[in-house]
């Protein structure tokens, strides 16, 4: 593991250099290393550190407002998943993710700008943990939801970006992708 | 399942093995036990990685796709497997394109959940 500005960056995990980033206070620990190397599967070229960090407003792992009892409840899961056009269940929170699959959900959505989501820490919930599981019939953790409705995990994400099936799905919903702006640029020069 | 096909060490692995083979008759599959780049002791059987090229999929969206395999496994879900993931391509797919995505590094998250124990133990 090496440290440069700040950032711990290990190359060892997948051979990849990580370059400079300027992405924040999230220990990357080779999970954009993995995730360069994944897009490149897509073939589409990557421009890093392009867009800032953001801090979903839940994203501190506080457990949701309003929840009277039943924090697990479908009602209560509903109201959540329909609250925010983006909404990710996940294992620590979009400043420090505690799981490498809920990391590469929150670093895929960053890729494509995706700078306002709402995120819920699960481990600080178990009553949300398995509410959020029977809503969906979903057995893990990070689950995505885009416009109140469940799209996948991490896998199924990923496969989304790398398709560019994600592009389009954030159009709907009125989010224009960072990476349209990112290929702009390439063809122009 | 048992039999022939439970290698000593790996029944959780060989299970799902067995149940993929059954359900999906796959032209190609992989079940590969990823728990030793995660945070839980040496020789759990809790992270698992499947690659499956398979005729079933044909036609099903990738949220299906899952949901079928996740249906397969549904004891092993509940039960010792903490982590699975997914890559399910047809045969055409496959044929196509046999790069499978890295699977992302661990954050040491099965330290701090309290779910562990209950996967760990339920390991024998």
Redesign the interface.
């Known amino acids: 593991m090496g440290r440069r500005n700040g950032l711990e960056v290990d190359r060892s995990a997948c051979g990849f250099r990580c370059k400079k980033l300027s992405l924040g206070k999230a220990a990357m620990s080779g999970s954009l290393c993995w995730l360069r190397a994944a897009s490149l599967l897509r073939g589409a070229p990557l421009r890093w550190g392009a867009r800032p960090l953001s801090q979903a407003a839940a994203g501190d792992g506080s457990s949701p407002g309003g929840g009277e009892g039943g924090r697990g409840s479908r009602e209560s899961v509903e109201r959540l998943v329909r609250a925010h056009p983006v909404v990710v269940f996940m294992k620590g929170n979009p400043g420090q993710p505690l799981c490498g699959f809920s990391n590469a959900v929150v670093q895929i959505l960053r890729l494509h700008g995706v700078q306002d989501f709402q995120a819920y820490d699960v481990l600080q919930d178990p009553d949300l943990r398995q509410g959020i599981k029977n809503y969906s019939n979903w057995p893990t953790i990070p689950q995505v939801y885009l416009n109140g409705e469940f799209v996948g995990g991490c896998d199924i994400l990923l496969q989304m970006h790398q398709n560019g099936d994600l592009v389009e799905e954030l159009k709907k919903l009125g989010i224009r992708s960072a990476l349209l702006d990112a290929e702009k640029d390439q063809d122009k020069k | 399942a048992r039999g022939p096909l439970i290698s000593m060490g790996k029944p959780v692995e060989s299970t799902i093995r067995a149940k993929l083979l059954q359900a999906l008759q796959p032209v190609h599959l992989e079940v590969h036990n990823k728990s030793s780049m995660?945070a839980v002791p040496r020789g759990s059987e809790t992270h698992f990685k499947v690659v499956i090229a398979s005729q079933c999929f044909a036609g099903l969206p990738?949220?299906q796709r899952?949901?079928l395999v996740?249906e397969i496994l549904?004891a092993e879900?509940?039960g010792p497997v903490?982590?699975?993931?997914?890559?399910a391509k047809t045969p055409q797919q496959w044929e196509e394109n046999q790069?499978v995505?890295?699977?992302?590094?661990?954050?040491?998250?099965s330290r701090?959940?309290?779910h562990m124990a209950t996967k760990l133990g339920s390991q024998g």
């Not at chain 2, 995505?101 to 998250?109: F, I, K, R």
């Open positions: 995660h990738l949220l899952h949901r996740n549904q879900l509940a903490h982590a699975l993931s997914i890559q790069s995505s890295q699977s992302p590094g661990c954050l040491g998250g701090h959940d309290p």
